[in-house]
């Protein structure tokens, strides 16, 4: 991941001073998030299954998602996407549970958090240009 990073980074930065760009745009998105299923196990082979839904309380939390990016000669599309996700639970142990070899009693209460952050840099060619499609 970091050696690509490092490889693409240059050529994404270099790229509107090859191609003024024709665009700029930016757009946000605010919302709401909610956990249907969430089940956990650290480690995978040996650690205890739980889920912070069902054993549990998770509650709905505000998400974020930010795009930044311009259109370069017509076709050519770059943008970067910033999305951080975070969903706290709390609650108290229906069972022993082992995570990360620390094992915790049923009944001891314990809060987690679930984060699933994006970060993505893209590069888009637009095969087909029409105004109907537009």
Request: proline share 7%; aromatic share 10%; hydrophobic share 45%.
């Amino acid at each position: 991941m970091k050696i690509r990073l490092a490889v693409l980074a240059p050529l994404l930065l270099l790229a509107p001073a090859a191609a003024p760009a024709e665009e700029w745009f930016a757009d946000v998105e605010l919302g709401m998030v909610d956990a249907s299923r969430n089940d956990v196990r650290i480690p995978g082979d040996t650690g205890t299954t739980f889920s912070l839904v069902d054993d549990l309380d998770t509650r709905a939390a505000p998400y974020a998602r930010a795009r930044v990016g311009a259109t370069l000669a017509g076709r050519h599309t770059v943008f970067g996407t910033w999305a951080p996700l975070r969903l706290d639970a709390r609650g108290v142990l229906p069972k022993d549970v082992v995570f990360y070899g620390v094992t915790f009693p049923a009944g001891a209460p314990v809060s987690a958090r679930f984060v699933f952050d994006t970060y993505r840099l893209t590069y888009r060619y637009g095969l087909v240009r029409s105004e109907s499609l537009d």
